[in-house]
């Protein structure tokens, strides 16, 4: 009987040398007449292991990693495909402490299925959530999600069933349903593995929320730089509408929904919900001003649904196991899980879900190890390019929406990124600014004017050019940015300057006087009118 082995198709894993490792894996097998069958799964996130080799037993399957072409023969030799011991053998892998310790429900079959597999997908529990949806009516389906506590994992953390109804109560006009699949936040990965590890979540996700609404047609809107993601969505989403998942009377439920996905051309800005339909309507993607807001106005002027990847890939366990089920996981008012992705300088960088509530210092340390360099972590930026740098002293807040927002950061899509004692923080506040000043759509002047302006000023700050005259422009422009600008893109960029500033002085050559001006949670105090500390010297 051919032993199954599982070699990833995640593209982290395949940038690491899969694809290589599963055709010497397979050349190898057949030299020695050993009978196998190759499963390319998704990754399971521990990218310091990737990629990562299991081997079907009978007591489990046992996890190799990181293997490389140069490993495989020994690998044989030890009899591998027993999951005898080897230099590489890290254990069975629902028992590895890195995952074992994880709540893993959206994720709960990403690295586990061969992800275009129906068959795969529907024998670990998959459609089960739709089916459910399919004998309810479109109410109780939305009450369902909103008493889930969901709220959008895109970022915002807009409660999810709140959207939904206001969509649901629109004139009955064509509506729509699109997945916002354009990832580009630094650091952020969970939307691109649950794509290319289990795409019939995403599939399952939107088909449910179209049927709550009374959608027939839903686009996943996906940036040009996942060919991996497009390849495995394509897969699924052809065998979804041959297996009667998709299309006319989806299950004999005289229900339709009809599903494409459409790639971007590689601008940031289109990560923007409303730039992203403009894209989609085949226009240069700028922002849309807002009311109307697209539940009520959205892709061709109609109602529209606007749901991120992880967001829409939770909908299915909620309407599989419950909405109290899913509620009983989190913190506060930030209910369920989230996955946390840990890059930058992380000796074990990769994904962990978890209940919303987990501190920093336990992503940072317990998972991730601390820095990948063994120097001290001196900052973590959590949410995203946009977000608030942290000092290594306030690592111990708690990951919710709630605590995030009163330390003064955002949690974003759940993107933290590790920086050590190395690291110059007045480089990445400049970072900051040039980032947006790069990515705007030019549609405001505040976001357009305001980011270069601000880049040039911090240049004058670090090069001691009149320091405070320009300390206090900064603080203006920062000021405007965030309540002028049209978007969170120029809204958000003081965010990570106005932290570097305030927790990082020296690195700008100030001292924390210098700096007084910004208030506890990041903002600019009311009352920081021109004073000694900041006045021209």
Not at 167 to 192: I, L
Not at 293 to 308: D, H, M, S, V
Request: charged letters at 25%; glycine letters at 12%.
């Amino acid at each position: 009987m051919a032993t199954t082995i599982y070699v990833p198709r995640d593209s982290s894993a395949i940038s690491l040398g899969a694809d290589a490792v599963a055709d010497a894996i397979r050349a190898e097998a057949s030299r020695r007449g050993i009978e196998i069958k190759i499963v390319r799964n998704g990754s399971r996130g521990m990218f310091s292991h990737e990629p990562m080799v299991e081997v079907a037993t009978a007591g489990g399957r046992v996890a190799y990693g990181p293997v490389t072409t140069g490993d495989v023969a020994s690998m044989f030799d030890a009899d591998f495909v027993s999951g005898s011991e080897h230099q590489l053998r890290i254990g069975v892998a629902e028992k590895i402490p890195y995952l074992k310790s994880q709540t893993r429900l959206t994720f709960a079959r990403a690295g586990v299925i061969d992800p275009v597999s129906l068959d795969d997908y529907v024998a670990h529990g998959g459609y089960r959530g739709l089916r459910r949806a399919l004998d309810m009516n479109p109410e109780n389906i939305i009450a369902e999600v909103a008493k889930s506590g969901l709220r959008g994992r895109g970022g915002a953390g807009f409660p999810t069933g709140i959207k939904w109804k206001t969509a649901f109560d629109a004139p009955p006009t064509p509506k729509y349903v699109v997945c916002n699949a354009d990832e580009g936040d630094s650091g952020t990965f969970s939307d691109r593995m649950l794509m290319e590890g289990d795409p019939f979540t995403l599939i399952e996700g939107m088909t449910i929320a179209a049927i709550a609404i009374g959608a027939r047609r839903g686009y996943i809107y996906l940036r040009s730089e996942y060919p991996h993601a497009n390849r495995a969505l394509g897969e699924a989403i052809a065998t979804a509408y041959a297996k009667n998942y998709l299309g006319d009377d989806i299950l004999g439920s005289k229900k339709s929904f009809e599903l494409e996905v459409r790639l971007g051309a590689g601008a940031y800005i289109c990560g923007e919900e409303t730039a992203m339909l403009e894209s989609i309507e085949g226009k240069r993607g700028m922002v849309r001003a807002k009311p109307p807001i697209p539940a009520i106005e959205g892709l061709f002027g109609k109602p529209t649904i606007i749901n991120n990847v992880i967001s829409f890939a939770t909908v299915p366990i909620i309407m599989e196991r419950g909405a109290e089920f899913y509620r009983d996981f989190g913190a506060g008012t930030s209910r369920g899980t989230i996955p946390l992705q840990l890059a930058g300088n992380a000796k074990n960088p990769g994904l962990i879900e978890k209940p919303m509530g987990a501190t920093l210092r336990e992503i940072v340390y317990d998972y991730g190890g601390g820095t990948a360099s063994g120097k001290r972590v001196r900052a973590v930026q959590v949410g995203g390019p946009l977000g608030a740098y942290f000092p290594e002293s306030m690592l111990d807040v708690t990951l919710d929406y709630e605590a995030i927002a009163a330390r003064g950061g955002i949690l974003g899509h759940g993107g933290i990124v590790v920086f050590d004692e190395t690291a110059d923080m007045a480089q990445m506040a400049r970072y900051a600014m040039e980032f947006c000043a790069i990515e705007s759509c030019g549609k405001c002047t505040p976001c357009r004017i305001g980011s270069m302006r601000g880049t040039e000023v911090i240049d004058d700050i670090i090069n001691k050019r009149r320091s405070r005259e320009n300390l206090e422009i900064l603080r203006d422009l920062c000021d405007t940015m965030k309540y002028g600008s049209l978007c969170l893109l120029g809204g958000l960029t003081p965010l990570p300057v106005l932290s570097a500033l305030k927790f990082f002085p020296e690195d700008f050559g100030l001292d924390a006087a210098d700096v007084d001006f910004i208030g506890p949670d990041l903002t600019i105090s009311a009352n920081a009118v021109t004073s000694n500390a900041i006045a021209p010297r």
